[in-house]
């Protein structure tokens, strides 16, 4: 919670498509909010193309854990996988993170970054520094608050 008592948010859905030398191309969709009873929302990320030796997948599930930075541009989302392909297991933890660098006027774009799987461990939630690689959308948007 903000230090003026409201919730943080992040919420999103686009499209990341041949970045070079990454191979990528993701689509996602997510709403992940914070609460009295802790976080809620869902997400569904499809990964097509990852570089390897990643492997393509999707999941989808109910978000467990958000984090958003002290400067509100950046939050850290984790969702338990209830359905999932390739190399997301249901059952297991999925993290990401966004960065929010405006609408778009800006000429920035907003970042996504799936955090690659599997995992060998969970990182915090409030990890900020795992957003390092992310890559910009071709399409959609993010909002931080």
């Not at 467990?64 to 297991?92: M, N, Q, W, Y």
Request: with cysteine; glycine share 14%; net charge negative.
């Amino acid at each position: 919670m903000s230090a003026a008592g409201r919730w943080h948010f992040a919420v999103g859905a686009g499209k990341q498509e041949g970045q070079p030398g990454a191979g990528l191309d993701t689509r996602f969709a997510f709403s992940a909010h914070d609460g009295p009873n802790g976080a809620s929302g869902y997400a569904v990320i499809d990964v097509r193309s990852i570089p390897l030796p990643f492997e393509p997948f999707e999941a989808q599930g109910p978000v467990t854990c958000l984090r958003v930075s002290a400067d509100g541009k950046v939050a850290t989302i984790h969702i338990a996988i209830e359905k999932g392909s390739g190399a997301a297991t249901p059952g297991d933890t999925l993290v990401f993170t966004v960065d929010d660098l405006g609408n778009g006027n800006s000429g920035e774009r907003d970042l996504f970054r799936v955090i690659e799987r599997p995992l060998s461990f969970i990182p915090p939630c409030d990890d900020f520094g795992l957003r390092l690689g992310a890559y910009p959308m071709n399409a959609g948007n993010i909002t931080v608050n």
